[in-house]
């Protein structure tokens, strides 16, 4: 499998990505995107030695690098645009296991670089070597304070916050970050896996993952808290868990960051993909929003949120995606927003759990089949020409999706994998069965 995937370059260290990877695919973005660079790493224990060599890769194209340190995501996205920066890159592997690491790319004012928008040209350019030449400056600066000062100015907070959270960073960058950041609003911070390790000895950085908020349910119980926050290894995604312990569906997250931000800004325009249930359209419209549909993965909704001027975005991945960050999914905001929605409404999350449209789905990326890779696209091509001779409603921004009077199934190609992933869902329980019958029937004819 390439190291070339939809939204960043990734793989395992050392057999598919290392230091001389590390190198050359500076010398590649240098070229891609000259000039002045912000570069981050996160905590993987191969973070330092590739972002040295990553760096020197810049340096030798004439670039000037900005080393901004151990950081998030979020925090590299900010910089980019905080520094008037050309670019900017950070080493990283997000939420994969431990022997994984790669490197995001961004554009000037921090927004994603896709396949289609430029790694597909950073992969030319590093392929065929044809790299730009120079002598580079290298600055170090940090600008945590900075972004906390920003982050906490975009909050609204009236009152002082009386709450109590727990913090799972799952021993990733976000356990020397966010607390602090918290604690500056007078919240009360219980720490749990809060030590940098890139190890990651007590569960792997995917808040998504069964059985990686376990710790944090019983911690959220034990301490008497009223909420808890999990974190991904870069700090991009974000999982809740309520004051009785429970998981909170990422879909009532969402519905409540929509309704904090419509509030401000009534009538404004809410991306969400097209995997996501109805049940966020029915809240948008509820709220007097504008739902605006996209195709799934960050770096389109990004760009669909700053082409829409919309308030907010969110999939069911737990990205949220804010105006107030020029389209930065960024997981602290998130959390610094859902504290501000409760503080304003004197709620507890399971109020809003209780509010939220609930339908029968299996809206996940767990349906995943393995497909021949040849036929993966022809496969999904056919499956329109089917659908469209047998009268369905269809909508083709992301693979193919059916929608019924009575629900949707969705049909996707992995762009990066011999993969076809598939969701649906139903507003009855007849429904459900029909569709998952339907599903099932288009789910034996794949081409394996």
């Not at 605006?292 to 990004?302: F, K």
């Not at 669909?304 to 969110?314: F, Q, R, S, T």
Request: proline fraction near 5%; hydrophobic fraction near 40%.
């Amino acid at each position: 499998m390439s190291i070339f995937r939809a939204y960043d370059v990734r793989g395992i260290y050392p057999t598919e990505l290392n230091e001389g990877v590390a190198l050359k695919m500076g010398k590649a973005f240098g070229t891609f995107s000259p000039g002045k660079i912000v570069v981050g790493n996160d905590l993987r224990l191969s973070g330092p030695s590739l972002k040295k060599e990553l760096i020197r890769g810049l340096l030798a194209t004439g670039a000037t690098v900005i080393d901004i340190g151990m950081v998030t995501s979020p925090i590299t996205m900010f910089a980019t645009r905080h520094l008037k920066c050309d670019g900017g890159v950070i080493v990283s592997a997000s939420h994969n296991p431990k022997e994984y690491n790669g490197f995001k790319f961004y554009y000037k004012d921090g927004i994603p670089v896709s396949y289609e928008s430029g790694i597909n040209k950073i992969e030319k350019i590093f392929k065929d070597k044809n790299f730009s030449e120079g002598n580079g400056k290298l600055i170090k600066k940090d600008v945590i304070e900075d972004y906390s000062n920003f982050l906490l100015n975009k909050i609204n907070l009236k009152k002082p916050v009386r709450l109590k959270i727990v913090v799972d960073a799952g021993n990733g960058t976000t356990g020397t970050i966010y607390p602090k950041i918290l604690r500056k609003l007078g919240i009360d911070v219980v720490e749990l896996f809060c030590e940098p390790d890139g190890n990651f000895p007590n569960h792997e950085p995917n808040p998504f993952k069964p059985g990686t908020l376990v710790e944090l349910q019983k911690k959220v119980l034990e301490t008497n808290a009223d909420l808890g926050f999990a974190f991904d290894g870069d700090g991009d995604r974000m999982a809740v868990v309520n004051e009785k312990g429970k998981v909170v569906y990422v879909g009532v997250v969402f519905s409540m960051l929509i309704d904090n931000e419509l509030k401000k800004e009534p009538g404004s325009k809410v991306v969400y993909t097209v995997m996501d249930s109805k049940a966020i359209d029915d809240v948008i419209r509820s709220k007097g929003g504008v739902p605006i549909v996209c195709r799934i993965g960050h770096t389109y909704i990004t760009e669909k949120l700053i082409e829409e001027n919309a308030v907010i975005a969110g999939e069911i991945s737990g990205h949220y995606y804010f105006k107030d960050t020029n389209g930065a999914d960024d997981a602290l905001f998130a959390c610094l927003k859902l504290i501000e929605s409760l503080v304003t409404s004197g709620k507890k999350i399971s109020d809003y759990e209780k509010e939220f449209p609930k339908y029968l789905s299996e809206v996940s990326e767990a349906l995943r089949f393995p497909v021949k890779a040849s036929e993966k696209f022809p496969f999904i091509e056919e499956l329109k020409k089917e659908f469209i001779k047998n009268g369905y409603k269809i909508v083709t921004i992301d693979g193919v999706k059916v929608v019924f009077d009575d629900g949707w199934a969705l049909f996707r190609p992995s762009n990066t994998e011999p993969i076809i992933s598939m969701s649906y869902e139903a507003y009855n329980e007849n429904a459900f069965k029909r569709i998952k019958k339907f599903v099932e029937e288009i789910i034996a004819r794949i081409p394996r």
